[in-house]
């Protein structure tokens, strides 16, 4: 492909002025063609392949995940640490209760003694909510594990 040559033009003025023709050259653009669009045509019988994902590791590492220290059971004896009363004074410190509903995030207690809410008031039904994973409730060896202990004859 050869390179097109500049064109030249002549333009003359008015016989009046005595002077040489002025010579105009342009240089033809040249257009690049667009890219070429290829359109894939998938085939829906064939199975993809899958993606490959990163190899990159957790944002958060956990050193164990969390799970509950007691699992709770309508009718257990647990102690809860809360406001109560104890020979008519109202003092705040473990004091026995029974697990009377179970939620898998919140535990229902009832006390036989009144109980005060952290702000004064006192309970009227006796029951407080504690959330299963709280440091407030724990879980009371009740008579029963005694006797089933005493019962318990071991093999050898």
Same mark, same amino acid.
């Given at each position: 492909m050869t390179k097109p040559e500049a064109k030249e033009m002549s333009v003359t003025e008015t016989p009046n002025a005595a002077k040489a023709p002025v010579k105009l050259t342009t240089k033809p653009t040249t257009v690049k063609p667009a890219a070429l669009v290829v359109k894939r045509v998938i085939n829906p019988l064939m199975p993809r392949r899958p993606i490959k994902r990163s190899k990159r590791s957790n944002q958060f590492a956990y050193m164990?995940?969390? =799970? *509950?220290?007691?699992? *709770?059971?309508? =009718? $257990?004896?647990? +102690?809860v640490f809360c $406001?109560? +009363?104890?020979?008519? +004074?109202r003092i705040r410190g473990w004091v026995k209760g029974i697990v009377v509903q179970v939620d898998?995030?919140?535990?229902?207690?009832? *006390? /036989?003694?009144?109980?005060? &809410?952290? $702000?004064?008031?006192?309970?009227? $039904? /006796?029951? &407080?909510?504690?959330?299963v994973n709280s440091e407030h409730i724990r879980a009371v060896a009740g008579k029963k594990a005694a006797k089933d202990k005493k019962d318990f004859i071991p093999d050898y």
């Amino acid at each position: 492909m050869t390179k097109p040559e500049a064109k030249e033009m002549s333009v003359t003025e008015t016989p009046n002025a005595a002077k040489a023709p002025v010579k105009l050259t342009t240089k033809p653009t040249t257009v690049k063609p667009a890219a070429l669009v290829v359109k894939r045509v998938i085939n829906p019988l064939m199975p993809r392949r899958p993606i490959k994902r990163s190899k990159r590791s957790n944002q958060f590492a956990y050193m164990k995940a969390p =799970g *509950f220290v007691y699992a *709770f059971e309508v =009718g $257990d004896t647990v +102690e809860v640490f809360c $406001d109560h +009363e104890k020979s008519r +004074e109202r003092i705040r410190g473990w004091v026995k209760g029974i697990v009377v509903q179970v939620d898998h995030k919140m535990v229902a207690v009832q *006390f /036989r003694s009144n109980v005060y &809410l952290t $702000d004064g008031w006192m309970v009227p $039904d /006796r029951i &407080l909510w504690y959330p299963v994973n709280s440091e407030h409730i724990r879980a009371v060896a009740g008579k029963k594990a005694a006797k089933d202990k005493k019962d318990f004859i071991p093999d050898y």
